[in-house]
């Protein structure tokens, strides 16, 4: 067993629920998205896509990709948040919400890759 794998594909699985936990629910609804529960789909997504720096070969280019692109929407959908809620009023409305959580989910796909990708590659894998 790889120590190193296990903590990888750990962190790609946490980073892929979080933000499943966080798209649950309706869309427009901000009772139903925990604005920790993004944090948290942040900090994780941020963890596996530094994990995945040290990979060089073309499925780590393809991991690194994805989880680039998670990141990316997961943090405009942070903004959005800070954004409507610092700045334009103070309250998350029906049509803040539904961006937020449309962002969230476009970084759930991307996750969802990225898993499909871990187990391809573990399927492959052929010992030493």
């Not at 190193?4 to 936990?21: P, S």
């Not at 998205?33 to 948290?40: G, I, K, P, R, T």
């Not at 994990?51 to 690194?64: E, N, P, S, W």
Request: charged share 10%.
């Amino acid at each position: 067993m790889n120590l190193e794998k296990v903590v990888f594909g750990f962190f790609v699985l946490l980073a892929a629920t979080l933000n499943f936990g966080f798209v649950l629910g309706d869309i427009d609804d901000p009772a139903q998205h925990n604005v920790y529960e993004l944090f948290a789909a942040i900090v994780v997504s941020l963890v596996a896509t530094v994990l995945k720096f040290g990979d060089r070969t073309q499925m780590g280019a393809v991991h690194l990709a994805t989880s680039l692109v998670a990141d990316l929407q997961l943090v405009a959908a942070a903004v959005l948040w800070g954004v409507t809620v610092n700045v334009t009023g103070g309250v998350l409305d029906a049509s803040s919400t539904t961006g937020v959580v449309s962002l969230a989910a476009g970084a759930l796909l991307a996750n969802a890759v990225s898993v499909v990708l871990l187990v391809a590659e573990t399927v492959s894998f052929r010992g030493p």
